[in-house]
């Protein structure tokens, strides 16, 4: 998918089953994800949608979200899961056929697989979208998996960054009914990366290559889904909270070319004033004209902070407030606040 970067960055049912799949395993069955149903979505697909394109190294997203994808398909179904596949070839599906395929399904989970790009060669990291509070848990598993695995094996010099997750109010994500995200494990745009991207998992009738840069991702995405039911190693152990709140508000802004970068940074703390790391924040910043900017999130540090920006050449008044916040075991209180909301900042030249 092109240009993701957070911070910076009806039809019938007889209709959907023209290139979707829907693949089983019986023969695990008693497996660890026995009961669970996971339904992949390969990014793009078909001419009318390649996704981003490589030139210089021969790779079209479409291709690699596929290749990815049904890595992953075959790692789940070794675990006994029942996978739905969006597309299994090289097909041309709307953001609809995909959503409403997946929601048909009962499925209790939806990864849609993609490669991240931009015009600026030398990013590089990952990054999981979400749309609803139900999906939050599931993007933030994923993406931290996907971090973790992918920047120990990043090409060397390469600099991997955690990008988080984000909200993302459309596409697949747009009315899926399960808990979904849209995994973007890295960029196809930094050359480095490109050049090992090229190898594929499946190549003619030989055996699988996990051992890829492709089969890393199938392999991270992989860990990811049984660490978020719950199976994994290491599985999460939900922290026993209470009641958080938004402890700080700070903001500030500096110039970039001709326009301006506005930071908001959110401080978040237990009942008792201490910092809480790993909270899921979201935050609205209203621009000077009244434009409401879709509500980024981030993951509060050990120091209990999360730091956001917006982009803007507008001079005047900037708003910011908290949407969200969520962490397992712990309620948010939005009514608890130590900071009268919204915050604002005078932008000027």
């Known amino acids: 998918m092109k240009h993701h970067l957070s911070g910076l960055v009806a039809l019938s049912s ?37 996704g981003a394109v490589n030139e210089s190294y021969g790779l079209i997203e479409s291709e690699i979200n596929l290749d990815v994808a049904q890595g992953l398909r075959d790692l789940l179904l070794d675990e006994g899961a029942a996978v739905l596949m969006t597309r299994e070839d090289d097909s041309f599906l709307t953001n609809r056929d995909r959503y409403t395929f997946c929601n048909n399904e009962g499925a209790d989970i939806l990864v849609s697989v993609h490669t991240n790009s931009v015009a600026d060669a030398g990013f590089d990291g990952s990054l999981a979208l979400y749309k609803k509070s139900e999906d939050i848990l599931l993007a933030r598993t994923i993406q931290g998996v996907m971090f973790d695995d992918l920047s120990s094996t990043a090409p060397e010099g ?8 984000s909200m993302f109010t459309s596409g697949v994500l747009l009315k899926s009914d399960m808990p979904s995200t849209i995994a973007e494990p890295l960029f196809m ?35 990811g889904v049984l660490e978020y039911v719950g199976v994994g190693e290491p599985t999460p152990t939900p922290q026993s909270g209470g009641d958080m709140h938004v402890s700080a508000i700070a903001m500030w802004y500096g110039y970039r070319g001709r326009g301006f970068v506005v930071y908001t940074k959110v401080g978040i703390a237990d009942s008792g004033g201490s910092p809480l790391s790993g909270v899921a924040v979201s935050v609205r910043t209203t621009l000077p004209d009244g434009t409401e900017m879709v509500p980024e999130a981030g993951l509060s540090g050990d120091d209990g902070t999360v730091t956001f920006s917006v982009r803007s050449p507008q001079e005047g008044i900037y708003w910011s407030e908290v949407t969200e916040a969520t962490k397992t ?21």
Request: net charge negative; hydrophobic share 35%.
């Open 158 to 165: 390469v600099n991997f960054v955690n990008y988080g997750i």
């Open 14 to 50: 007889i209709a959907l089953l023209v290139g979707l799949t829907f693949v089983v395993s019986a023969s695990d069955a008693d497996g660890s994800l026995a009961e669970i149903t996971i339904c992949i979505d390969p990014g793009h697909g078909g001419v009318e949608d390649p």
């Open 189 to 223: 745009s930094h050359p480095e990366e490109a050049k090992v991207l090229v190898t594929k998992i499946y190549s003619g009738t030989s055996s699988p290559n996990y051992d890829c840069r492709r089969g890393q991702i199938a392999r991270a995405i992989h860990r």
């Open 329 to 349: 075991g712990w309620e948010y209180d939005a009514e608890g606040s130590e900071v009268q909301m919204p915050v604002s900042l005078d932008v000027t030249r």
